[in-house]
């Protein structure tokens, strides 16, 4: 392992020193005499650029350096990655401290560059280790790799670590950090390590060292003052660039992950480069727990998920369910706007049908179990193909015909296992938009854009201007796994591309990652938040048509297989309300919100007055709630703005009077007085137009 670093020494002061090339991303070439670090190489081209780099990428210009290892470094939480040795060919990053030894191509790692987070979140780890060594000593380290939010250690100590301790060592962290020690790496016999381990009765740096190093190597640690740990680096060069961190949680983690084996306690952290990016992520983080649709669901009275009935099965309480309808009825008229025949399918059908479709075996063990009847045996639907399938099959069809556009609201039932449910985005029971297009081949393109414009309408309907597009398409090296031939695929996934860019949208094309079925394109859209969430999907499908034997006569008069294409766009009905929830933080659009106006009548003698006014806006198609109650005027204001209502109209004498409404709209505020028939006009044009605006 240990090439490039035992054989470092600089040349003697009497031999003529050894230059290396150092080759930067501009280019240049520098020559350097070997055993130069890469801070040395930084300060060499501007001292700034050395104080702001973090972390060296190399990549060796000779010999085996074709292949890139950037992976081992950046999966930190593997283990091996952690440990085992470097391949000294490959592209990796190194501690600016580390001496070059051969030619290289050098880039310095900057706070702008990702993985130097990791390289700051990890040097936290140790920084967090050593704050843990100096207040419990008696602590044995497991291992403390970087992850995508931030960092964690495992510990064994016999004792739990309490609240108060983890303030504690947050609070010793900083003190590490003011010291600005140096990581230093050292190397040590593998065997004088395994020895000082053993002794010290440190039984997972012993493994680590036994599984991830070979006998007759030199092992790597860092140590910053007295704390030393088994690692392979690379880190910052001192605590004092870990400089905005904070101690999150404690869990527990079997060794091993081996309920035999000793409890650890695992302690979360996270740091970033500065305060204010750790505010803005705990930040974001209240913003994602106010907005949890499980939360919102609650306090606006949407939905429940009922421990008697069974887990991921949802229930719609009528706040949610009229705007389930709204969802619904916005989707239904749409298909048939864009040529789509509306059906309803049984929600259960004999095992035979799913025999032909495939179903009974290739997807069984996501099917709820058998149900035996008198007849037959049957089976909840986990998906509505067959059954479109058996409506086409129905009657003949001839190229006339098609498209044949068939779409349901439908309700399907898929086993998850107990205990990975969550709230309304995963479900045992739930609804997709979903519909077959079948189709002649030289119909497809055509077919793919109208299911892509139809997506962009749900979306910029719903309030998402931002998504993001993949194509997935097969690996032809694998056929094995691929049902339909060469021309299938290449005819499918063709039509599919020059959809996608007669419509100009970019898109990613992930090859392997197809249905074995047919290629396909998801849609992922971006919420207020910046979160992707997979919805859309427009899939191809060779297998369904020739399982079922699907025909139409063609203008020559022969019979043909039409082409299948599914397709979903809310994708399921329960978790594109669930993401619309997190979306608008229960603030729903006007047309969705399930009250749309309340009426607060300032006192009892404004009651007539206010029912009047309740009267016109139902005749409007408006929905209305009338706080009668005889509370505060505030009183009642506040319980309508609690439950988001877009509008609250308040009435008194001069409102009576006057035939006018005081107006509060939704997060704007007071916005005083309106003629009834001006609101009336209003609020129904922005329903209307599904509005996203009030
Ligand atoms: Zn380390
Ligand atoms: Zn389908």
Known sequence: MSATFSSNAPAGPDAAPVLIEIQLPDGTVKQVPTGTTAFQVAEGISPRLAAASVVARVRPLRGAGLRTGGADAEDAPSEAGMYAAEDAGAERLVDLSAPLTEDVALQLLTEKDAESLKVVRHSAAHVMATAVLELFPETKLGHGPATDAGFFYDFYREAPFSADDLKAIEAKMAEVVARDEKFVREREPRADA???????????????????????EEVSFYRNGAFEDFCRGPHVPSTGRVKAFKVTSLAGAYWLGDEKNPQLQRMYGTAFFSQKELDAHFARLEEIAKRDHRVLGKQLDLFSIQELAGAGLV????KGAIIRKAMEDWMKEECIRRGYDLVYTPHVAKINLWQTSGHEGFYAQNMFTPMELDDAIYRMKPMNCPFHILIYKNSPKSYRDLPVRYAELGNVYRYERSGTMHGLLRVRGFTQDDAHIFCMPSQIEDEVVGCIDFAEAVLKTFGFSEFQVELST???????????????????TGALERALSRKGIAYKTIPGEAAFYGPKIDIKLVDVLGRLWQLSTV????NLPARFELEYVGEDGERHQPVMVHRALFGSVERFFGVLIEHYAGAFPLWLSPVQVGLVPISERHLPYAEKVQRLLQDAGLRVELDARNEKMNAKIRDLTMQKVPYVLVMGDKEAEAETVSVRTRGKGDGGSMPLSEFVAKAAGLVRTNSTEL
């Open 194 to 216: 395994l020895a000082r381990f053993r002794a010290n009765g440190d039984f997972m740096k012993t493994h680590f060292v036994e599984r991830f190093t070979h006998e007759g």
């Open 315 to 318: 229930f719609f309480h009528p």
């Open 474 to 492: 097969w690996d032809p090296k694998d056929r094995a796994s691929w049902a339909g031939s060469d021309e299938n695929w290449a005819a499918a």
């Open 539 to 542: 899939q191809f499908d060779f």
